[in-house]
T-cell receptor, first 113, second 113 residues
Framework: DVKVTQSSRYLVKRTGEKVFLECVQD?????MFWYRQDPGLGLRLIYF???????EKGDIPEGYSVSREKKERFSLILESASTNQTSMYLC????????????FGSGTRLTVV | DQQVKQNSPSLSVQEGRISILNCDYT??????FLWYKKYPAEGPTFLIS?????DKNEDGRFTVFLNKSAKHLSLHIVPSQPGDSAVYFC????????????FGSGTQLTVLP
């Protein structure tokens, strides 16, 4: 069964900590995405990557960075966590530019205290 | 600038009746539209899609209608079941775009037994 795996379901971190969210896909997909989901705001794109070592800013990249050293792994980094980064984080992947739709991971619920 | 809008944050429907979820878009370059369903603590899963060259696509209890002149699409669920209770996201794609999907803010559907 193909899947996108996010390393943690729930995380609690302190303000100012550096936080790593990991995402691994086993479908050999070129494209990977990081979204955050907040009530009333839907899914907002943070960063995406269409190839190894390539990254593009989404709509809300401030306070985040990403790393894609291998095709199957896409990491989201919160350089200095703040309370307004408390959210559900969703990773997704897709194949090429013609494929329809994404496969999503189960999400990481991050709470910054 | 929200290019994909879901103006109803919530919808309640009686079991067995029809659920109609609406979505509006502003970008004429969108060539494919998708609906995703999301349960709490899970990632979104693909539900149904429609190409911009069609006006209707049906899959079992789910039908999506596209009105290009009005830049409007809707998802019909007939008959609605309690297990359909979830958040539904509308998404749109520009062909060949690396960032691919743009999501709406979601509609929480509650099907009452």
């Amino acid at each position: 069964d193909v899947k996108v795996t996010q390393s943690s379901r729930y995380l609690v971190k302190r303000t100012g900590e550096k936080v790593f969210l990991e995402c691994v896909q086993d479908m050999d997909h070129e494209n990977m995405f990081w979204y955050r989901q907040d009530p009333g705001l839907g899914l907002r794109l943070i960063y995406f990557s269409y190839d190894v070592k390539m990254k593009e800013k989404g709509d809300i990249p401030e306070g985040y960075s990403v790393s894609r050293e291998k095709k199957e792994r896409f990491s989201l980094i919160l350089e200095s966590a703040s309370t307004n980064q408390t959210s559900m984080y969703l990773c997704a992947s897709s194949s090429g530019t013609r494929n329809i739709g994404y496969t999503f991971g189960s999400g990481t619920r991050l709470t910054v205290v | 600038d929200q290019q994909v809008k879901q103006n109803s944050p919530s919808l309640s429907v009686q079991e067995g009746r029809i659920s109609i979820l609406n979505c509006d878009y502003t970008n004429s370059m969108f060539d494919y539209f998708l609906w995703y369903k999301k349960y709490p603590a899970e990632g979104p899963t693909f539900l149904i899609s429609i190409s911009s060259i069609k006006d209707k696509n049906e899959d079992g209890r789910f039908t999506v209608f596209l009105n290009k002149s009005a830049k409007h699409l809707s998802l019909h669920i007939v008959p609605s079941q309690p297990g359909d209770s979830a958040v539904y996201f509308c998404a749109a794609r520009i062909s060949g775009s690396a960032r691919q999907l743009t999501f709406g803010s979601g509609t929480q559907l509650t099907v009452l037994p």
